[in-house]
């Protein structure tokens, strides 16, 4: 098992390397001079090299990157070229808006993804089996944006449960950061949790028509237990892959639940970033996602291994 | 009183009549055997005794276990008597356990679960019968996960798992299909000693009559979901009444007649072949393992030959195949057909590759659905240099599919709509249609029951007249190599151990390897002869 988890760390650092080369280098082929950008079409020759200069874009590409990327090491992403600000300040910031939503977003997704996908693998069908596949179907056909309108429609607007929009802070309490990320939460989850419950239920289905639940039927077990000892874990493998997808997904990918709700994540960050050319910016929230990414499946590869023994190499 | 009576049990799926009327019964200690061919209802009729039957699935007339008639249980009593007084051990050994859970957490669940035992207690009993079964947990740990066992060790789990609370009535179906012969053997006398020592009944499915010859007390014949002719097994072995009886006994001795060879000319010359696979690296620094699965391999087949390989899974049967059509190139040695390498600058030699042909096992997986007979077979002809069209390549079509017993006329039919046999027959004419110069069959008579298997020897042997074919016939089933080859090589562990001619190493086997599978090998008792 820790030969396994070696093996998938070797493998997760050559990626990050790989990922911030070609990063870097699609950063740098992207149309568009930040220094002129800055200071408009009439500026002086003279002026504009000072400006590079100061933004550090003067160096040689491969020294530029290697600044880049130490610099990232200690925690050093550099300066905005349009707030002034360090980057690292501006993404935790974002980011303990973004990382909060998207794990609330997934815990409620698994929450209402599993008990619905089991229920309806175990009742294949029959009238619960045909609702939840009903409305999981709608739950991916209907954009979550919508969804997130009509939350605030009823829960914020009619029934005062919830404020429409904005952040409250961590900082007046856990509860009510949490109180204000919940509609944005719900919003997320509702498309994500359809897609789970579908694919919780059809890998589970796989496995019930699988030799060994009749095997453990055979034991004496009933349709419930053997279900629930045999089947669930197994039927867990594509569970997970699907479960890393949307995590990634909901980290950097709720642009439009973020501008409904006006919260300050990472989502708005990138894209006000990429309109005003702000590449430090862009070139590190990219790199933080990725990172993000490949950490996610590193830990779903753990995952599996810990499902499956036959992942976990010889013994 | 019997252990378990099956009174008139008749049963439909979804309005589809399975069962007629089927009725058999089991004393304490006793072995009987349900045989008959794919599609006869022996398997039903086991899962009904278990009342594990699909949906939709309506029974009638009475199965008595003692007392208790099991058509008039609830789920719930049935979820008591299953696993206590009746085990139950499927066909399957790799799939039949569960993949992520350990072998002692498997053997020890049944325990629990009809709370017969104490935890400790239950424990216990796990390694005891584990030990009865060959598995002893010094050196099978009950932590061991399925994958880490062989088929035949996975078999003793699941055996162990059905008889860990002793139950009255076991049923096996099929329990030895997927086994090597030697490996057969062993479950076959585990089974045994299992019944006569705690005195249970076994129920025993299987296609196979040599397999129960020698040790059912009853055998049953069913065909078409009815019971054809049960009795004592010697008593029905020496006066069959029935004709389906007398037909499958036949069928399963089934003899051909081969045509002589002519003259010894090399055709395929196989010279210290050695095929090394790559094993994973162990840490990223070491030198990663080889497994050499064909080790130095060398033999002659001659033009018009008849020859059989045989060995058990894993021998290196299959890898040696697959140098030989130029699938694969092997480390050293060489392969030359007709005087040319299969495998020229490291890339098949298209030369060569169009003088052979394969047919494969699997009647069932072979063809892509999707296309219609006539695309099927003539795919070989993209190996030639300018394929037949229009007319000459429908006659050829014809020509083959009337070679091998189907009519013109279904070389517009898609595949699904053949049975098994027949699509063993379209396999047959897909790899004559190029009139290869050699014919590698890859356990081509394995997957088909007995009476099929029996028409497809006939109509090999009728080719072998026509067409003066050569071939390399691999098999683990000893009986068919036996009239279907002039000479046989035994492999063990990537070995050729011995060959010969067929009859001398059958009758006086010179390797022990070679005497250890004749013996394993069950066989029909002689008085099969004199039905014939």
């Known amino acids: 098992m820790l030969r396994y988890a070696l093996k998938r760390l070797i493998s997760l650092v050559i990626s990050l390397v790989v990922a911030s080369v070609v990063i870097f280098a699609v950063i740098e082929v992207a149309p568009g001079d930040p220094a002129s950008f800055m200071l408009g079409v009439n500026a002086q020759e003279d002026t504009l090299a000072a400006l590079r200069a100061e933004l550090g874009l003067d160096g040689s590409k491969i020294q530029r990157y290697f600044n880049w990327v130490g610099g990232m090491m200690v925690g050093d992403f550099g300066t905005s070229y349009t707030y002034r600000t360090p980057v690292s300040q501006m993404i935790s910031d974002r980011l303990w808006v973004s990382l909060p939503l998207a794990l609330y977003a997934l815990t409620l997704s698994t929450l209402i993804a599993f008990p619905a996908g089991i229920y309806a693998a175990?009742?294949?069908?029959?009238?619960?089996?045909?609702?939840?596949?009903?409305?999981?179907?709608?739950?991916?056909?209907?954009?979550?944006?919508?969804?997130a309108m009509m939350l605030v429609l009823i829960f914020a607007i009619n029934l005062r449960w919830f404020n429409a929009g904005g952040f409250a802070g961590w900082d007046k309490g856990v509860w009510t950061g949490l109180h204000s990320l919940t509609?944005?939460?719900?919003?997320?989850?509702?498309?994500?949790?359809?897609?789970?419950?579908?694919?919780?239920?059809?890998?589970?289905?796989?496995?019930?028509?699988?030799?060994?639940?009749?095997?453990?039927?055979?034991?004496?077990?009933?349709?419930?237990?053997?279900?629930?000892?045999?089947?669930?874990?197994?039927?867990?493998?594509?569970?997970?892959?699907?479960?890393?997808?949307?995590?990634?997904?909901?980290?950097?990918?709720?642009?439009?639940?973020?501008?409904?709700?006006?919260?300050?994540?990472?989502?708005?960050?990138?894209?006000?970033?990429?309109s005003a050319r702000d590449l430090v910016v862009v070139e590190s929230v990219v790199m933080l996602l990725v990172f993000a990414v490949i950490t996610v499946n590193y830990m779903v590869d753990l995952a599996y291994a810990a499902v499956d023994p036959r992942l976990r190499g010889r013994s | 009183m019997s252990l378990l009576e099956i009174e008139n049990l008749s049963l439909t799926i979804h309005e589809t009549e399975i069962l007629k009327r089927v009725s058999l019964c089991i004393g304490a200690g006793q072995i009987v055997a349900v045989t008959g061919e794919s599609g006869s209802g022996k398997s039903m009729t086991a899962l009904a005794v278990m009342q594990l039957l699909p949906n939709g699935a309506k029974t009638e007339g009475a199965i008595w276990l003692g007392r208790q008639n099991l058509l008039k249980?609830?789920?719930?009593e049935m979820c008591d008597l299953r696993g206590a007084e009746i085990g139950m051990v499927f066909q399957e050994p790799m799939t039949a356990l569960n993949p992520v859970k350990t072998i002692g957490d498997q053997v020890i669940e049944t325990i629990p679960v009809h709370k017969a035992m104490s935890r400790t207690k239950a424990s216990a009993r796990a390694h005891e019968v584990l030990s009865r079964v060959g598995l002893p947990p010094d050196r099978f740990p009950l932590s061991r996960y399925p994958h880490e066992l062989s088929g035949g060790q996975r078999q003793r789990v699941v055996i162990a798992m059905a008889i860990a609370l002793r139950p009255k009535l076991l049923i096996a179906d099929e329990p030895t299909t997927a086994l090597d012969v030697t490996t057969q053997a062993q479950i076959l006398d585990l089974l045994k000693g299992l019944a006569r020592e705690y005195g249970m009944g076994l129920l025993m499915i299987t296609h196979d009559l040599a397999v129960v010859a020698d040790m059912a007390d009853q055998i049953v014949v069913m065909r078409h979901g009815e019971v054809v002719e049960s009795g004592a097994t010697i008593d029905l072995l020496n006066n069959m009444q029935h004709p389906y009886t007398r037909k499958l006994f036949q069928a399963s001795g089934h003899q051909v007649s081969l045509p002589e060879p002519p003259e010894p000319r090399p055709l395929l010359e196989v010279k210290n072949v050695v095929r090394d696979y790559r094993l994973p690296r162990n840490s990223l620094f070491a030198k990663a393992g080889q497994h050499r699965a064909v080790d130095d391999v060398s033999f002659t087949l001659n033009r018009g030959e008849r020859l059989g390989l045989v060995g058990e899974s894993g021998c290196g049967k299959s890898t040696l195949t697959r140098a030989i059509l130029g699938l694969e190139e092997v480390q050293s040695g060489e392969i030359r057909l007709d005087n040319q390498p299969v495998?020229?600058?490291?890339?098949?030699?298209?030369?060569?590759?169009?003088?052979?042909?394969?047919?494969?096992?699997?009647?069932?997986?072979?063809?892509?659905?999707?296309?219609?007979?006539?695309?099927?077979?003539?795919?070989?002809?993209?190996?030639?240099?300018?394929?037949?069209?229009?007319?000459?390549?429908?006659?050829?079509?014809?020509?083959?599919?009337?070679?091998?017993?189907?009519?013109?006329?279904?070389?517009?039919?898609?595949?699904?709509e053949f049975s098994g046999g027949q699509r063993q027959r379209i396999a047959i004419a897909r790899a004559l249609i190029i009139r290869p110069e050699l014919i590698v069959f890859d356990e081509p008579v394995?997957?088909?029951?007995?009476?099929?298997?029996?028409?497809?020897?006939?109509?090999?042997?009728?080719?072998?007249?026509?067409?003066?074919?050569?071939?390399?016939?691999?098999?683990?089933?000893?009986?068919?190599?036996?009239?279907?080859?002039?000479?046989?090589?035994?492999?063990?562990?990537?070995?050729?151990?011995?060959?010969?001619?067929?009859?001398?190493?059958?009758?006086?086997?010179?390797?022990?390897?070679?005497?250890?599978l004749i013996d394993a090998a069950p066989i029909l008792p002689g008085i099969g002869a004199n039905v014939a």
């Open chain 1, 122 to 147: 175990a009742r294949r069908g029959k009238p619960g089996d045909l609702t939840v596949m009903g409305v999981t179907q709608l739950g991916i056909a209907v954009p979550n944006f919508w969804f």
């Open chain 1, 183 to 274: 509609l944005p939460a719900i919003a997320l989850a509702l498309p994500q949790a359809a897609i789970l419950a579908r694919v919780m239920r059809s890998s589970l289905l796989d496995i019930l028509g699988e030799e060994f639940m009749r095997t453990a039927r055979a034991k004496g077990l009933s349709r419930r237990q053997a279900l629930w000892r045999h089947g669930v874990r197994n039927a867990l493998i594509p569970v997970l892959t699907i479960l890393g997808l949307q995590f990634s997904f909901l980290l950097a990918g709720s642009i439009i639940i973020e501008q409904v709700f006006y919260l300050p994540g990472l989502g708005r960050l990138v894209f006000q970033a990429i």
């Open chain 2, 73 to 76: 249980q609830s789920e719930r």
């Open chain 2, 343 to 416: 495998f020229a600058g490291h890339k098949p030699n298209p030369a060569v590759r169009r003088k052979m042909q394969v047919v494969f096992q699997d009647p069932y997986g072979s063809f892509n659905p999707r296309h219609r007979v006539a695309r099927l077979i003539t795919e070989p002809f993209h190996l030639l240099e300018s394929p037949p069209t229009g007319t000459e390549r429908q006659d050829r079509i014809a020509e083959m599919l009337t070679a091998v017993g189907l009519s013109p006329d279904d070389a517009n039919k898609y595949i699904h």
């Open chain 2, 446 to 516: 394995s997957a088909l029951d007995v009476s099929v298997r029996a028409q497809i020897l006939d109509l090999l042997a009728e080719l072998c007249a026509t067409y003066n074919l050569t071939y390399l016939f691999i098999s683990h089933d000893l009986s068919v190599v036996r009239t279907i080859t002039d000479r046989v090589m035994v492999m063990q562990a990537g070995r050729i151990v011995e060959q010969g001619e067929t009859e001398q190493v059958f009758s006086s086997p010179r390797h022990a390897y070679t005497r250890t």
